[in-house]
C-alpha cells in the first residue's frame, strides 16, 4: 500500500507532508520522498527506506516552500533505490509526480519516450507518466495529465505538480485518493488520516476523476472531460476509525482495499509486451521435479487453488498439505523437491515447524508471505512477497486473493523458465492477471454487494450451510465455509459438487442453504445437475454465476460476478464468498474484527 500527501496553501509544505506521510504509517515505509515547489522548479528530497532516514536527509538540506507531494512505499517490488523512491521528476525538473499502481504499456511507451530522445533515471514503470505529461504540457497542467493518461493502460493514483503553477492535479483508478479541503488552502491524501489536524471537510474522488486543487479550492472532471459536482463531506472519524478509512470494520475496509492491494501484488512484476513475469528469486526452476505447499488456514486454501495452477502452467506435480499435519509425518522430499510455505503472518507455528520438517529432509525452500521480515522468511532460500499492505481484520482476505494473485504469478514464472508454457499463452494469462484489480472493482459495486447482503440477511438464521464448487473452485467452497464459520459461527461444510452424492446429499433439506460456486462455464452443465440434485431435494441453492450464463433451474437466490478465466476465476468468486460472511456476521451482531476465540496469527501449537 503507499502513502500519497499533498498540499498547497500558506504553510510550510514540508511539515505538512512530512507530518501526513508519518500519519499513514500504518502502511509502512520502504521508500519515501517529497517534491517541494521553489522559485526554480522542485526541491526534491527522496530516500530508499523509513520515513526518518528521509526527515534526517531534509535536516541537512531543507526543502522550503509552500506547495509540495509526498509519498511512501510499503515493501516495494524490487530494490527499493533511491531513485526508484516517488516522486519523480521531468528532465527539466519543471514537473514532478507520484504515482502508485500499475503502468500495463509502460515497456512500449518507454522505449518510444527513449528514441524521442528523453532519458530516464529510474527503471519503474511510473517514470513514463513524468515524461508523457512533460511531452503533452502546452501551459494547461490538467489537459496534460489527461492527455498523458490517455496513452496508459492500467489503474494508478496520481498526483501531478508543475513549477509554473500553484496548483496540484490529481487522478485515480482503483488506487484510493481524497481531497482535504481548508481555508485558503488544500490537501489531499491516499487515506484520511493524513489530514485531519488540518481539516475535516474530505472529498471522496471516485474511480475515473481528475482533480485540480489550488489555493482558492478544488475542480473535478472525468477524465474524459465532463465536469462533475464531488461534494465534501465532514468526517468527524476518531483516529482509529480514521485507519478504518471510515469503514464499521478492518475486514470490510481489506475487502474493499483488494484491488488496491492487487496492483501492489502485481506491480513491477508483470511486463506484458514480452509476455514475462519478472520476480526477484534464487530459485532453479530448471531444478524442481516436484512442489509441495504447506499451509495452514486460509493460505492452505490458496495452496489448493495453486495446485491447479501451477500444474497446469508449470506442468509439475503439486502436493498441497495442511503444515500441522506434514510437521508430524515423515515427508518425502530431496533437493529437487520445492516446498513452499504460504503465510500471511509469516509467524504461524505449524507452517514454520512444516519447513523446518522439509529442510532437514533436504528440500529447496520458498515462502509466499505479506508480513515483511517475518519469522518465516528468515527460513528460506527465497521468499515471495504479496504486498498487500497490513491485514488487520483476524479474517484473512486481501491477503488470499494477493496470495491467489502471487501463486499464479509463480506458476507463470515457472512455466515460462521451464520452457513448458509458450509466449502467447503467458501473455495470455497475463493479461486476464492484469484485469483482475478492475474486475474486482466491478464485483464491489454497490448493485452486486447489495445482492449478496440481501442473501446473506435471508438465510443469517441457517444453523448450517453447504458449500459445493468444482475444479479450480472447489477450494473456493472451502475458503467460503471457513469465512463463514470464523466470523458468523454457523456452521458450514464445503465439498468438490460431484462428492455430494456420495453422502452430503442426505444433510439436503428446505432449511439448508447451498452456496455453489458455478462461474466455470466449461463445467456448468455438470455443476447444473448437482443444483438440480439439491433443488430436488428443496435445498435452498445460491448459485455463484458468471454475467451472462444461465442456469435454466429455479433456485432461490443468483448472485453473479464478471465472467474470467477459469485459471483466475477463485480470485473473483472470493469476494462474494467474503461479503455472505461478513453480512451474515453483521446480521447476527458478530464482532467481525476480532471473531471469537481466534488469532489473527497462530503462533501457538
Ligand atoms: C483465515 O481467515 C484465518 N484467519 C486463518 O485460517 C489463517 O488463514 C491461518 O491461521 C493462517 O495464517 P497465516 O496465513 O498468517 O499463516
Known amino acids: 500500500m503507499c502513502g500519497i500527501v499533498g498540499y498547497v496553501g500558506q504553510r510550510d509544505a514540508t511539515e505538512v507532508l512530512l507530518g501526513g506521510l508519518a500519519r499513514l504509517e500504518y502502511r509502512g515505509y520502504d521508500s519515501a520522498g517529497i517534491a517541494v515547489q521553489s522559485e526554480r522548479g522542485f526541491a526534491v528530497r527522496k530516500r530508499s527506506g523509513p520515513l526518518p532516514r528521509l526527515v534526517s536527509a531534509l535536516a541537512e538540506d531543507p526543502a522550503r516552500g509552500t506547495l509540495g507531494i509526498g509519498h511512501t512505499r510499503w515493501a516495494t517490488h524490487g530494490a527499493p533505490s533511491d531513485t526508484n523512491a516517488h516522486p519523480h521528476s521531468s528532465e527539466d525538473g519543471q514537473v514532478a509526480i507520484i504515482h502508485n499502481g500499475i503502468i500495463e504499456n509502460y515497456l512500449g511507451l ?243 515447524e512444516a519447513l523446518r520438517q522439509a529442510r532437514r529432509g533436504g528440500a529447496q525452500l520458498l515462502a509466499i508471505v505479506n508480513a515483511k521480515g517475518s519469522s518465516i522468511t528468515r527460513e528460506v532460500g527465497d521468499v515471495l512477497y504479496i504486498h498487500a499492505g497490513p491485514e488487520i481484520g483476524v479474517a484473512s482476505t486481501k491477503a488470499y486473493t494477493a496470495q491467489l494473485a502471487a501463486v499464479l504469478l509463480l506458476a507463470l514464472w515457472l512455466g515460462r523458465s521451464r520452457g513448458v508454457l509458450d509466449a502467447a499463452r503467458g501473455a495470455e494469462v497475463l493479461a486476464e492477471l492484469r484485469r483482475l484489480p478492475l474486475l474486482i472493482e466491478q464485483v464491489l459495486q454497490p448493485e452486486r454487494v447489495q445482492a449478496v447482503r440481501e442473501v446473506a440477511t435471508r438465510f443469517a438464521s441457517s444453523r448450517n450451510y453447504l458449500f459445493l464448487g468444482r475444479g479450480i473452485n472447489a477450494p473456493s467452497a472451502l475458503e467460503g465455509a471457513l469465512k463463514l464459520k470464523e466470523i458468523s459461527y454457523i456452521h458450514a461444510e464445503a465439498y468438490p459438487a460431484g462428492e455430494i452424492k456420495h453422502g452430503p446429499i442426505a444433510l439436503v433439506d428446505s432449511e439448508l442453504p447451498v452456496f455453489v460456486v458455478a462461474t466455470a462455464a466449461r463445467l456448468l452443465d455438470k455443476t447444473r445437475s448437482n443444483i438440480q440434485e439439491v433443488a430436488a431435494r428443496r435445498g435452498q441453492v445460491i448459485a455463484l454465476l458468471s454475467d451472462g450464463d444461465t442456469l435454466g433451474v429455479p433456485v432461490a437466490a443468483e448472485l453473479r460476478v464478471p465472467k474470467t478465466a477459469e485459471l483466475v476465476s477463485p480470485l473473483v468468486n472470493a469476494i462474494p464468498l467474503q461479503l455472505l460472511a461478513y453480512y451474515s456476521a453483521e446480521a447476527l451482531g458478530r464482532d467481525a474484527d476480532k471473531p471469537r476465540n481466534l488469532a489473527k496469527s497462530v503462533t501457538v501449537e
Open 110 to 352: 518507454r522505449s518510444e519516450l527513449e528514441s524521442a530522445g528523453h532519458r530516464f533515471a529510474s527503471e519503474t514503470d511510473s517514470e513514463v507518466l513524468v515524461h508523457l505529461i512533460e511531452d503533452a504540457y502546452r501551459g494547461d497542467l490538467v489537459q496534460a495529465v489527461r492527455g498523458a493518461l490517455g496513452r496508459v493502460r492500467g489503474a494508478y493514483a496520481l498526483v501531478v505538480a508543475h513549477a509554473a503553477h500553484r496548483s496540484i492535479v490529481a487522478a485515480r483508478t482503483v488506487s484510493p485518493l481524497v481531497l482535504g479541503v481548508g481555508a485558503g488552502e488544500m490537501f489531499l491524501a491516499s487515506d484520511v488520516p493524513a489530514l485531519l489536524p488540518y481539516t475535516r471537510q474530505i472529498v471522496f474522488l471516485h474511480d475515473g476523476d481528475i482533480a485540480e486543487i489550488g489555493e482558492s479550492g478544488y475542480a473535478v472532471w472525468a477524465l474524459a472531460g465532463a465536469p462533475l459536482q464531488r461534494s465534501a463531506v465532514t468526517v468527524d472519524w476518531t483516529s482509529e476509525a480514521a485507519e478504518r478509512g471510515g469503514y464499521p470494520t478492518f475486514m470490510l475496509k481489506e475487502i474493499y482495499e483488494q484491488p488496491a492491494a492487487l496492483l501492489n501484488t502485481l506491480g513491477g512484476r508483470l511486463h506484458d509486451e514480452s509476455g514475462e513475469v519478472v520476480l526477484e528469486l534464487s530459485t532453479d526452476p530448471g531444478r524442481i521435479d516436484r512442489i509441495q505447499i504447506v499451509a495452514c488456514g486460509t493460505a492452505y486454501h490458496a495452496g489448493l487453488v495453486g495446485k491447479y495452477q501451477i500444474e497446469q502452467l508449470a506442468r509439475i506435480p503439486v502436493e498441497v498439505e495442511v503444515a500441522s499435519e506434514y510437521r508430524y509425518r515423515e515427508p518425502v522430499v530431496d533437493p529437487r523437491t520445492l516446498v513452499i510455505a504460504i503465510s500471511q503472518s509469516g509467524e504461524t507455528i505449524d507452517t514454520l
